[in-house]
Nanobody
Framework: QLQASGGGLVQAGGSLRLSCAASGRTFTTYYMGWFRQAPEKDREFVAAISRSGYSRNYADSVKGRFTISRDNAKNTVYLQMNTLKPEDTAVYYC?????????????????WGQGTQVTVSS
């Protein structure tokens, strides 16, 4: 089970840190990803991280502004979001992938959290 938190309302240029806590003992076997879905738009890839945290991948739209990280001791993955823009407004979802692929493909992910709302005002 994945539980995302940390969303909220922030002004453009501000920062937020999202967290996604995983239950169970298998967190270290998962590659983890963050996705987002804006109103009336398809869900899109944001960032992914390998089991160790050594490898990461980002969507072009967030490179240099967002950082994905994980703490395997806490079974938690984070998304630090800086220099937020109104176009970052969306529901953010965390997801887990069990086959060991650093992928941005939604269909490759096996488990999903419930989402947390991020709203960036201009």
């Amino acid at each position: 089970q994945l539980q995302a938190s940390g969303g909220g309302l922030v002004q453009a240029g501000g920062s937020l840190r999202l967290s996604c806590a995983a239950s169970g003992r298998t967190f270290t076997t998962y590659y983890m990803g963050w996705f987002r879905q804006a109103p009336e738009k398809d869900r899109e890839f944001v960032a992914a991280i390998s089991r160790s945290g050594y490898s990461r991948n980002y969507a072009d739209s967030v490179k240099g502004r967002f950082t994905i990280s994980r703490d395997n001791a806490k079974n938690t993955v984070y998304l630090q979001m800086n220099t937020l823009k109104p176009e970052d407004t969306a529901v953010y979802y965390c997801a887990a992938e069990i086959r060991g692929r650093l992928t941005g493909s939604i269909g490759e992910y096996d488990y999903w959290g419930q989402g947390t709302q991020v709203t960036v005002s201009s």
